[in-house]
T-cell receptor
């Protein structure tokens, strides 16, 4: 079956860059996504990338995709305390068929 | 615009009791999803509705779980009887339209179930 793996925890100092990594197994994924979950809240889509792209930038967020290695990363520049949350990588062919990873808990130290 | 609304936020019950969760999706969203999120895990799809039709319920444990979306708007998810292992957060999500959708799901805050 599909497998999406992430490291469980990441701590960074405020102002530094954060890099959250994800590996996936389904080579047929059309899109890859990053969702953010703040404490006590539902998930919120941060960004997504088409599988035929290798990079997408959106303000402080940079997504890198290495299709050959099935590796996805999310870089957050100038990380702020408000970025503390759980970040989920997901792959799929669209909303119908999302498969989420276990999530990476990002802690930003002031 | 109101987001996805779920209730109750928290529910504590004893094992073997029934429990029901309610979800009101974003107005105009045809597709509704129920996800299960265990502690420390990512969400896992239980069931997906397109309007009132359940189009993917392959992961729903049908011996004790049931769901309905009678008028294609609100939905309820029921567990009867609940077991200890059902303790989790039940997330509802909606999206505008499943076809051609790039994957933006709008999630509710979830209903946290504790079974004692």
């Amino acid at each position: 079956g599909e497998d999406v793996e992430q490291s469980l925890f990441l701590s960074v100092r405020e102002g530094d860059s954060s890099v959250i990594n994800c590996t996936y197994t389904d080579s047929s994924s059309t899109y890859l996504y990053w969702y953010k979950q703040e404490p006590g809240a539902g998930l919120q889509l941060l960004t997504y990338i088409f599988s035929n792209m290798d990079m997408k930038q959106d303000q402080r967020l940079t997504v890198l995709l290495n299709k050959k290695d099935k590796h996805l990363s999310l870089r957050i520049a100038d990380t702020q305390t408000g970025d503390s949350a759980i970040y989920f990588c997901a792959d799929g062919a669209g909303a119908n068929n999302l498969f989420f990873g276990t999530g990476t808990r990002l802690t930003v130290i002031p | 615009e109101a987001g996805v609304v779920q209730s109750p936020r928290y529910k504590i019950i004893e094992k073997k009791q029934p429990v029901a969760f309610w979800c009101n999706p974003i107005s105009g969203h045809n597709t509704l999803y129920w996800y299960l999120q265990n502690l420390g895990q990512g969400p896992e799809l239980l069931i997906r509705y397109e309007n009132e039709e359940a189009v993917d319920d392959s992961q729903l444990p049908k011996d004790r779980f049931s769901a309905e979306r009678l008028k294609g708007v609100d939905s309820t998810l029921k567990i009867q009887p609940a077991e200890l292992g059902d303790s989790a957060v039940y997330l509802c999500a909606s999206s505008l339209d499943a076809s051609g959708n790039t994957g933006e799901l709008f999630f509710g805050e979830g209903s946290r179930l504790t079974v004692l």
